[in-house]
């Protein structure tokens, strides 16, 4: 728990991304067994993530500003739209999907000021190629999930 890696939503971005699709094949029983994982990947993650949080909240606040990290946490938005739109398409309940993204829409504007903030006003920071990484597209991806999520509703 204490070198969870903030990235490590991807998990369950990926069984969600997989689960849609084999609903698009019309696999009704893969993406509802995705789906199933998926939500208890996302409880653990969450459970974790929170229990990382409160006992080792400098590690947090330490990945956040991390240029190398930091970004990592957008895949908690992009999970929490995913797992939205696998409750609209897979158990009909629009209610829970709106719940979802609407969390991830709240993760992404936080997450959103918070990082990109921090790395801006940041003294130190680290040379262009040890601070970017293809991570940082997660960024780019979680706000598409937020809009695909809204175009699904």
Known sequence: MRNLPPAYFALV????????????FHLPLIAKALFA????AYAVLIVLT???AAIHPRLIFGDLIDHRVGPG??????S?????VQFLMISGSQIVAVVF????AALWVGLTYTIFVAFTIKR???RL???ISGLWLVAVVAATEVDAALAAL
């Open 129 to 131: 190629q040890r601070g």
């Open 73 to 78: 946490f957008f895949t908690l938005v992009a």
């Open 37 to 40: 994982i998926n939500l208890i």
């Open 13 to 24: 971005m990926a069984t969600g991304i997989v689960s849609v699709a084999a609903l698009s």
């Open 101 to 104: 993204l609407g969390v991830g």
């Open 80 to 84: 929490s739209c995913l797992i939205g």
């Open 50 to 52: 929170a229990l990382r």
């Open 124 to 126: 130190k920071k680290p």
